[in-house]
């Protein structure tokens, strides 16, 4: 399994949100570029950047800082927030960005983002569903910077998509985003099982070592997280067994 550091971008500093709340921002004091190159340090693959900002106007709002990202050449970016357009995938792909990251539109939009996929091809997209437990346990997807809670079962969302060839899924338990609480295990174990073929990225909760060890034990292609590794509550001998560059 691999981790995945996350910057999220608000304002052009790097914030972290708890539960996709505005109003429960932290801010650190440290630059994105700081911590890209941190993160390549610690011999990272990827990085994974959402625009907060973009996201919550529907539109890409640090198009130039994640470009400049892009040009540094030691991380393959995958990049969120704020992309409903195919030109606004195209910019992003071409600037040397290689993954885009689509999310509340693969629910109200999948015929359109099931164009893109087989257009841009599997590897180039990751589809983010963002899901909230309801009372039995079922996972149901919530939209528009979690602001929205739909009533799509991610199951049925993955499903969907299978014919256009879907391979990456990012997968974030709202409840625990942010929190530090731990991952839902359980629900990425369920979705590994249902779907083995899809490269499940796992987000929200992560604390330590522990329990990246208990994702990859339940199948989980990667692991997505911010505040742990901001907060350097991940030593990084730790990490080294899933930083494939380490």
Known sequence: MELI??????????????RGDFAAETRYP????????????FGARRLHVVDLDGARVGAPAHLEAIEALARRGRLRLQVGGGLRTRESLERMLASGVARVVVGSLAVTEPGLVGEWLRDFGPDSVVLAFDVRLDADGTPRIATHGWAQQSAV?????????????????????????????????????????????????????IRDAADLRALAANGAAAAVSGRALLEDRLPAAELQPFLPAA
């Open 5 to 18: 550091p996350a910057i999220d971008l608000k304002d052009g500093r790097c914030v972290r949100l708890v």
């Open 30 to 41: 440290v630059t994105p570029e700081a911590l890209y190159e941190r993160f390549a340090g």
């Open 153 to 205: 079962v991610l199951w049925d969302a993955v499903e969907g998509f299978l014919v256009a060839g879907l391979e990456h899924v990012l997968c974030t338990d709202v409840d625990r985003d942010g929190l530090l609480a731990g991952p839902n295990v359980e629900l990425y174990a369920e979705a590994v099982r249902r779907f083995p073929t899809i490269e499940w990225q796992a987000s929200g909760g």
